[in-house]
């Protein structure tokens, strides 16, 4: 299986702060059809979770441009620009290039 | 407006089956895959079952694997969770959400416990 290890936040963040949240996983997400396969979600406290990025940059419908998703085939950032009251919760990568799909164990971002 | 409503849940105790429910409208659920994923209390997140758009092909973790059958009936564009011999650590809340996991349910918990 492959495994997702996301790092720590140095909560709490300032408002209008960047914010740069890491993911690493334990085998190349690239596909043969050259597309990375890593998704991100935030999950705000008491609510489901909302896809923020797919194809590891490809932003979801409706999702601020202040979110951007980066990275190679095994070691990905999602970066937060200007952190608003909106953005706390818990931040998730998830794997879809094969099964079992896989999650890391999230990232809390609290704001100051 | 897309919209998936997950029913179904309750408490339950140990060894005993339970099905969930997914309705979904707003999109054309036959021609989407469905995914599972539940959450234990102040857990994170576990993918737990997808199954392909006609239900032909269906995947799932060791952690659920011969206990849960996922289905889908496209007449009625309505998913479901068949989960048998329910231990304690299945206790979490259900999502399922859709294929490209851009819209999920809200939730429906589950409760295993004598």
């Known amino acids: 299986d492959i495994v997702m290890t996301q790092g720590v936040l140095p909560n709490p963040v300032p408002s209008g702060e960047s914010a740069s949240i890491t993911c690493r996983s334990s085998?190349?997400?690239?596909?043969?059809?050259?597309?990375?396969?890593l998704n991100w979600f935030l999950q705000r406290p008491g609510q489901s979770p909302q896809l923020l990025t797919y194809?590891?940059?490809t932003r979801a419908s409706g999702v601020s441009d202040r979110f951007s998703g980066s990275g190679s085939g095994t070691y990905f950032t999602l970066k937060i620009s200007r952190v608003r009251a909106e953005d706390a919760g818990v931040y998730y990568c998830?794997?879809?290039?094969?099964?079992?799909?896989?999650f890391g164990g999230g990232t809390k971002l609290e704001l100051k | 407006e897309v919209q998936l409503v997950e029913s179904g849940g309750g408490l339950v105790q140990p060894g005993s089956p339970l099905k969930l429910s997914c309705a979904a409208s707003?999109?054309?659920?036959?021609?989407?895959?469905l995914n599972w994923i539940r959450q234990a209390p102040g857990k994170g997140l576990e993918w737990v079952a997808s199954?392909?758009?006609?239900?032909?092909?269906?995947y799932y973790p060791d952690t659920v694997k011969g206990r849960f059958v996922v289905s889908k009936d496209n007449a009625k564009n309505t998913g479901y969770l068949q989960m048998n011999n329910l231990r304690s650590e299945d206790t979490a809340m259900y999502y399922c959400?859709?294929?490209?996991?851009?819209?999920w349910g809200q939730g429906v918990m589950v409760t295993v416990s004598s």
């Open positions: 959400a859709n294929g490209g996991y851009g819209y």
């Open positions: 707003g999109f054309t659920f036959s021609s989407n895959w």
């Open positions: 199954i392909n758009p006609d239900g032909s092909s269906t």
């Open positions: 085998k190349s997400l690239v596909y043969k059809d050259g597309k990375t396969y």
């Open positions: 194809w590891m940059s």
């Open positions: 998830q794997q879809v290039r094969e099964y079992p799909r896989t």
